[in-house]
Each structure stands twice: as structure tokens, then as C-alpha cells.
Antibody
């Protein structure tokens, strides 16, 4: 059964870069889309973007100028980098398998943007 | 972007009740709609895709319907574990967007 686990710094300073990795266990990255979604505390869900095993990406236009996703099939993980962060980027970040209907999801990791 | 609007935002019900949650899209999304359940402190879990198809392992007490711009999620015979927040999400075009959520609480 495939499982996903997000990892990365829980605290990022304003204007710096948020970097997260999602490690997949129990299955291969190959042949799937992989998605990032975030959720500010007490609020709804925002689709960030997706990446295919070939490295092809689709980003939310609202984040596109600051966002880079990458994938490393040899390490069975994929990553997200979001530059020039502000307090508005504070959220729980989830990774998930699939594109249109992500499933399963990782447990999520809280990233706080604060000095 | 296609906006997704859920109603109600919150709902109180009793164990054993049947409830319906509505999701409206700002433009035609055909059947490109999914429903997710999120329990407190947990990641969302996919329940339904293509508006009415249950994900594997999801009990038949959950059902979805609709097409175009109007969709519903119905949950029958509510049990304590069903009290959670429910989100709809369209995947007709980028960016995919979610409804604001419906919090189902025990009366």
C-alpha cells in the first residue's frame, strides 16, 4: 500500500524559499502524477500543482511565478520549492498521488512563515 | 478559474440521520467533480469521483449525483465517524479548485 510522507523545515522566514519533499514508500513514482495541495489553518484547500514522472508540470497560475516542482524517481521522491514566501504561504502542505482526484494523501506538514 | 460554492457551510445532524450537501460550480464542469472527507487533524480522503463513482473501499452510504454546475453528496445513516468536513473539487480545467467545505457536526 503506497504511503506518502512530507518533510522539510517547519519555519521559513519571509522572502526566503520554502522547500518540501514528499517521499513515497510502498510503490513506484513511475506512471503517476503527483500533486501538492495546501491548507491554511482553519481554511479550505488550495491546489498548488502537479508533476508527472517525466518531470512535466502544471502549476496553479496564482503561484506559477514562484513555484518549481521536481521529481527524482531514483530516490522515490518529489519536491516543491516556493520562493519569496510571505505569511500568506503559511499552511499545512500535503502531497498526494494522482492528478484529477488525488489519493492517497500524505499526513501533511505545517509550514509557518515568520521572522 | 472555476469557483466552487458549497452549501451549507455547516450542518448539524444526529446519528442515524440522512444529510445532503450541495456543491455548485461557476461554470459547466460536466461530471468532473470529486468529494473528499476530512476528519480533524487528518488529511482529506477521497470518497467520490466523476460526480457519482465511489472510490474503492468507500461504503455505499455515501452517494453523489449531479452534472454541469449542480452536484450533491448524500450521506445516509450517519455514524459518529462521519462527522467531519466535506469538500467538493472540480477537475475540469486548471487550476483545480475546491469548495470552501461543509462541516458536519453532531446535534
Amino acid at each position: 500500500q503506497v504511503q506518502l510522507q512530507e518533510s522539510g523545515p517547519g519555519l521559513v522566514k519571509p522572502s526566503e524559499t520554502l522547500s518540501l519533499t514528499c517521499t513515497v514508500s510502498g510503490g513506484s513514482l513511475s506512471g503517476y502524477y503527483w500533486t501538492w495541495i495546501r491548507q491554511p489553518a482553519g481554511k479550505g484547500l488550495e491546489w498548488i500543482g502537479r508533476i508527472y514522472t517525466t518531470g512535466s508540470t502544471t502549476y496553479n497560475p496564482s503561484l506559477r511565478s514562484r513555484l518549481t516542482m521536481s521529481i527524482d524517481t531514483s530516490k522515490n521522491h518529489f519536491s516543491l520549492k516556493l520562493t519569496s514566501v510571505t505569511a500568506a504561504d503559511t499552511a499545512v502542505y500535503y502531497c498526494a498521488r494522482g492528478s484529477t482526484v488525488p489519493s492517497p494523501w500524505g499526513q501533511g506538514t505545517l509550514v509557518t512563515v515568520s521572522s | 478559474d472555476t469557483q466552487m460554492t458549497q452549501s451549507p457551510s455547516s450542518l448539524s445532524a444526529s446519528v442515524g440521520d440522512r444529510v445532503t450537501i450541495t456543491c455548485r460550480a461557476s461554470q459547466d464542469i460536466s461530471h468532473s467533480l470529486a468529494w473528499f472527507q476530512q476528519r480533524p487533524g487528518k488529511a482529506p480522503k477521497s470518497l467520490i469521483y466523476a460526480a457519482s463513482t465511489l472510490q474503492s473501499g468507500v461504503p455505499s452510504k455515501f452517494s453523489g449525483s449531479g452534472s454541469g454546475t449542480n452536484f450533491t453528496l448524500t450521506i445516509s445513516s450517519l455514524q459518529p465517524e462521519d462527522f467531519a468536513t466535506y469538500y467538493c473539487q472540480h477537475y475540469k480545467s486548471y487550476p483545480y479548485t475546491f469548495g470552501q467545505g461543509t462541516k458536519l457536526e453532531i446535534k
